[in-house]
């Protein structure tokens, strides 16, 4: 069972009802940052902030992929 109020039952990526993007996109940014575009680029071509782009690159978020 998931429980919203405790991250750790959270469901995670797609599923979660807030999702802005899927597995594909996290890993096309992921390939975007090791070839060199910017997360600013990143962000722009993904409708996210550059903050959440690098965080994807980084693996602090979306790590189950």
Do not use: D, Q
Not at 13 to 28: F, L, P, Q
Not at 50 to 61: D, E, F, Q, V, W
């Amino acid at each position: 069972a998931t429980h919203p109020a405790h991250p750790a039952l959270a469901r995670p990526g797609e599923a979660h009802g807030m999702a802005k993007v899927g597995e594909t996109e996290v890993r096309a940014i992921r390939a975007g940052a090791a070839a060199g575009v910017s997360y600013s680029e990143l962000g722009r071509r993904y409708g996210m902030t550059p903050t959440n782009a690098r965080l994807i690159a980084l693996r602090k978020t979306w790590r189950h992929v």
